[in-house]
């Protein structure tokens, strides 16, 4: 075979690759706008500063700030110690 022919092969691979890596970026954008599109309207309807429900979980805030064992810290015999767990009813 033709080193040319293999250059072209391994070109069109790669343009292959690019166009379909461009085509699953380009529709996963569009979910994510769709999904802002939401979070937006979900802020200004509960007039929120931003996207939460209840903000005292530990667990469900930036890694850097939560503490390595406050996931293990909720169990069924638990002390509730936030004001929002008086909110929620409790699961039977």
């Known amino acids: 075979m033709r080193p040319s022919i293999l250059f072209f092969m ?3 691979l790669g ?3 690019h166009l379909a890596m461009q085509y699953v ?21 509960f007039g929120l500063s931003d996207v939460c429900i209840a903000s ?3 667990y469900i805030r930036h890694l ?15 002390i509730e110690h936030f004001p929002s767990g008086s909110f929620w009813v409790p699961v039977d």
């Open 10 to 12: 391994a070109i069109s």
């Open 15 to 17: 343009l292959t690759a």
């Open 25 to 45: 970026a380009g529709v996963q954008m569009s979910n994510l706008r769709a999904g802002e599109q939401q979070m937006r309207l979900l802020v200004k309807r």
């Open 56 to 58: 005292e979980a530990r």
């Open 64 to 78: 850097s700030v939560s503490d390595p064992v406050s996931p293990y810290m909720d169990h069924p015999g638990a």
